[in-house]
């Protein structure tokens, strides 16, 4: 069954849910779930509404009825269709836990999407791209072909037509014009569960620490590094015995799953952001 899931934000106000299910009963659509959050501190009211698509109107005309209705609450909203998936590129350097993951996350329908292309800036994932039929585009980049660098990439966003750029484990800054032009359509993968251990050997200097928990951080790509709207994270507790191999094991497991979970948020249009923080709506709806 196709499904259409509007995402709503606004001022809060009386009425809200009373007017916004009222406007899709009118035009017949059966609510399939719908999900709500108030931001008292804020004032500002969050909604996750998945209807039934039953095809009884145009797209084009519920999306310019929804508008005209929009303005009349101050709603900022977007929508998605469910039989047209998210098409997801993945930024690589040599690190293949986590593209590995998510590529075989989709092979299996974990995450229904698609992911048809791969960009590397070292060649080493090339084979685990042919392992799973996927086009691999090998940029190289220095500090003087940065810009050149990141057109090309552009370019071949373009070119496959992609709504979701997924650094997974791809160990370069993107520069502020770039992550400003794709805002809200970049999800990165931190190794701490605060950026606390920076730069090389991250689970190395935890070692040295005696660090009790280690962690990951998924979150949108900014301008700031590392600061970002946090969408997910996750956290193991290590004994004074593991040694920093085992911390890397261990690391690599929870980075999986942390940018997983939060590329499945974002494909099934869960996550709103607002300001320096998201709200995550819950899964399964």
């Known amino acids: 069954m196709n499904s259409i899931v509007f995402l709503i934000q606004c001022p809060d106000q009386k ?22 959050y108030t931001d008292v501190q804020d004032g500002q009211y969050f909604m996750r509404i998945k209807l039934e698509d039953h095809a009884g109107i145009e797209r084009t005309i519920l999306e310019m009825q929804f508008s005209e209705f929009a303005k009349s609450l101050d709603l900022t ?82 070119k496959y037509n992609i709504d979701l750029v997924v650094m997974a484990r791809y160990m370069q800054i993107l520069s502020e014009q770039f ?40 979150h949108y790509a900014t301008a700031d590094l590392d600061e970002g709207p946090i969408i997910e994270q996750g956290v193991e507790r290590v004994m004074h015995d593991n040694s920093p191999e085992d ?17 499945k948020a974002h494909i099934e249009h869960r996550i709103i952001i607002s300001g320096r923080r998201t709200i995550v709506f819950s899964e399964g709806a």
């Not at 849910?17 to 999900?35: K, S």
Request: glycine fraction near 6%; proline fraction near 4%; aromatic fraction near 10%.
């Open 15 to 36: 009425g809200l849910v009373a007017g916004i299910t009222g406007f899709f009963a009118e035009r017949d659509f059966n609510i399939l779930h719908c999900q709500q």
């Open 77 to 158: 909203w977007s929508v998605r269709y469910s039989d047209q998936p998210y098409r997801v590129a993945l930024l690589v350097t040599r690190a293949s836990h986590c593209p590995y993951d998510l590529l075989l996350r989709e092979l299996e329908g974990e995450l229904k999407c698609d992911i048809p292309v791969i960009i590397g800036n070292h060649n080493d994932l090339e084979t685990m791209a042919k392992q799973f039929d996927k086009p691999f585009y090998h940029l190289p980049i220095t500090k003087e072909t940065k810009a050149e660098q990141e057109a090309q990439i552009k370019a071949l966003l373009s």
């Open 179 to 218: 992550v400003e032009e794709f805002a809200g359509r970049v999800i990165n993968i931190h190794h701490g569960f605060l950026p606390a251990f920076q730069g090389a050997k991250p689970y190395h200097q935890a070692y040295d620490r005696g660090v009790k928990i280690i962690g990951a951080t998924s």
């Open 247 to 263: 911390l890397v094991m261990i690391g690599k497991d929870i980075e999986r799953l942390v940018l997983a979970r939060a590329v």
